[in-house]
């Protein structure tokens, strides 16, 4: 019997943010924490009726083996959704799984990549596996500051990885001008841009930008999710990629997991071909745009001076800059210890920067609590933040 993991698995730690979910999870918690969707957002109506057309027109299809590039009909709604070729279109179980693809099919230990700061913890432990060396870009309201991108300090990058749309963890939204920018800057440097996409159609107002994808098709690598519009248990995402690109990522699935759930892709392609996804839509941004409001009026009316956070135009999270002597994670054992009355959780901001953590920010998420528990909570944290 082996005594030891492997170096690789032994470099996989738990991730800070579910070991903090394991102590939220208590009903008496008001958690800002979750990354998660509102549950009562999931069309469970549409869902179940498309369930039941599929046992009783294509029952054997569903529960069989199928193609590991993914069900035909949904390569072909992203395809024409995106203006790419089918080839182009990988169907990967949830986005996080694109995200271990492209780390096996593009770095080597050593190699550099590109991020955000901060970044989705989640890409960072995809990666990690890999064993690259992560280096962070300067970055403000308005995403990557291209203006202070050096190009020697990008030639030798294998890729950069970044989420232009409302941001996890800061909910910030990327700048049309940025876009391009910083398109060009990669394009320049010949380095591959990851870009993933989750919150991009959860805007609550004005119009989506381009994705880097539309301003360089050769360049990027677009990650969808059906997680954050339709529901997360089906594990249904896609990465759209140059076609080289895709052709060995279908292999490295293939070697992974043959292919995605032949059910849940089923099931998803005929919730998006029944026409009910502007409709499902337009009530998840209503109901993340009405919370946000109430986090926001809330952050306003109790926190105390020097304490910062940005408006988001979209998405689910909110993030906030604690005066410098502050310490989110002290401020987290605060805030959920058990002698309190009112218990209230968020993630610290230090494991979403890759090189240089810092411990005077947090993330709240305001999609899962009411607007009165949402008073509640932040209330509470702002007390809780003039007490440390
Ligand atoms: C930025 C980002 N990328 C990828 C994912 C993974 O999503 P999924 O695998 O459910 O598509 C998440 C989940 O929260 C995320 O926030």
Redesign the pocket.
Known sequence: MPTEFSQRARRLTSSAIREILKVTASPDVISFAG?IPAPETFPVDLLHAASEQIFAEEAREALQYSLTEGFLPLRRWVASRHGAKVDQVLIT?????A?DLLGKALLDPGAIVLVESPT?L??LQAFSLSEPIFRELVCDDAGISTSEVAPAAVADAALAYL?PNF??PTGRLMSAQRRTEFCRLMSEARVLIVE?D??GELAFVGQSLPSLRSINPEGVAY?G????VLS?GL?I?YVIAPEWLTAKLTQLKQAADLHSSSFDQRLAYRVLASGAMPAQIERVRQCYASRCEAMLQALEDTMPAGVRWNRPQGGMFIWVNLPSHCDSHLLLQQSIDVSRQTRVAFVPGAPFHAVVPRSDCLRLSFVTVDADRIRTGIAQLADNIRAL
């Not at 179980?93 to 799984?97: A, D, E, F, L």
């Open positions: 990354g179980t949830g986005s996080q799984q995200l989705y989640g890409a989420m941001q996890n993933d989750p919150y990650l999710s059906f997680s954050k997360p594990r995402g």
